[in-house]
């Protein structure tokens, strides 16, 4: 098993990584003028010598650094002279870092990076929503040495898992951690507004598609159980068809929660609240944020009433959503799931089932799934202030 993980950039965490299967750590600068898959509030604040000296700690450590150029949308700018110029001085930038591996989530920018810089070892990236043979071989025929498979959909369709590693020879990736919809329909709008959100064009963000999937859970929390995440124990199932590299996310949490992750993955057991494993919100310290990072990223007077604005923040705040909270409010009790767990999703098609006619996941909630009613409560409290800044539109004064 290898693991790739990502990059909050702590030094002091680098070595404990080490002692474990990690093989490759992932990040990128909170913004380049390509972008990426998560906005730029979301990055680790970093000067461009401070990526060099980490590229370099982690290779003294025997682990591989990974950039990612993964805009699902690169907004029609690649076909500019200036575009061309800034990604031949971006590459070689990384390059002179030490730098040799990147991901990408655009045929046409996989293809330039293969043909002017062979150097680099390309990655696609989940946004490529691989999740067909067809789709695999078409990367790989373009070069690809290693692809992410499009998790979110098809992590538990395992007719389909067999046939993508049958399909190709390069590496494949699963993400075994990621709290998504199934086949989530906001996927497509999600990606091109994240890669928006990150090319330092410095419009305002506000990110729908995750408050509108979190309220969702809170909603319906066999939800929880509905994202194909896949437990520390059941690592086996998907190694026994030929998936041996996993990528664990997020990138901007607290150390001591990636490292839970990490050894959680690599010991192939964790008997805790699966949360801490696949949320991305909750966690006991607040990631590190750049100075005066509410007004760098938010204070956008032409866009949205500020005073408005800040009382949506605070809403959001409350949730846990880049803030610390005392005590995580969902609980996933992975004691309380069945060994077998994963053999209801061996033998049929999720999606082509109707979620009310199976009830599987309904009755593993019930068992296993519990949401502080407090927290419950306040949530959809403050769901219902975001949904009239942002729906009725009092957010610009709209009415």
């Known amino acids: 098993m290898q693991l790739s993980v990502p990059a909050n950039f702590d030094p002091q965490l680098v070595p404990r990584l080490a002692e474990y299967p990690v ?41 591989v650094f990974n950039y990612l150029l993964n805009a699902a949308c690169l907004g029609n700018r690649e076909w500019s002279r200036r575009w061309q110029r800034k990604l031949h001085r971006l590459l070689g930038r990384l390059e002179a870092m030490g730098i040799r591996s990147l991901t990408v989530s655009t045929p046409y920018l996989l293809e330039v990076v293969k043909r002017r810089f062979p150097q680099f070892r390309v990655k696609v990236g989940i946004y490529a929503q691989v999740d067909t043979p067809r789709r695999a071989r078409f990367w790989q025929s373009l070069g690809a040495d290693s692809i992410n498979i499009e998790s979110f959909s098809i992590n538990r369709d395992f007719a389909r898992l067999r046939a993508i590693r049958a399909a190709v020879d390069c590496d494949l990736q699963l993400i075994p951690n990621h709290p998504c919809l199934p086949n989530c329909p906001m996927q497509p709008y999600h990606q091109v507004g994240c890669a928006h959100a990150s090319d330092g064009s410095g419009g305002l963000f506000i990110d729908y598609c995750f408050l509108r999937c979190s309220r969702e859970r809170v909603l319906a929390p ?115 799931l069945p060994p077998d767990f994963l053999d209801a999703f061996r033998t049929h098609d999720c999606a082509a089932l109707d979620c009310a006619e199976c009830g599987y996941c309904q009755r593993m909630a019930d068992e296993a799934v519990r949401v502080d009613p407090e927290f419950r409560r306040r949530a959809l409290e403050d769901y219902a202030v975001i949904d009239r800044m942002l729906i009725d539109g009092e957010l610009w004064n709209a009415r």
């Open 222 to 336: 066999a939800t929880y159980i509905k994202a194909g995440w896949i437990r520390p124990e059941d690592l086996g199932a998907y190694e026994e068809i030929g998936y041996t590299t996993f990528k664990l996310i997020e990138r901007n949490i607290p150390s001591p929660d990636l490292l839970r992750r990490v050894k959680a993955y690599s010991e192939r057991r964790f008997e805790g609240n699966l949360a801490d494993l696949v949320l991305p919100y909750g966690f006991r310290q607040a990631p590190k944020k750049a100075s005066f990072w509410a007004l760098r990223h938010f204070f956008r007077p032409r866009s949205a009433s500020p005073r408005k604005l800040n009382r949506m923040m605070g809403a959001i705040r409350r949730q846990g959503m880049w803030h610390a909270l005392e005590a995580h409010p969902v609980v996933i009790d992975s004691r309380k």
């Open 23 to 63: 093989r490759e750590v992932y990040g990128k600068f909170p913004a380049d003028f390509i972008g990426g898959g998560r906005p730029s509030y979301m990055g680790t604040p970093l000067p461009r010598r401070a990526l060099a000296k980490y590229v370099r700690l982690l290779a003294d450590h025997g682990i």
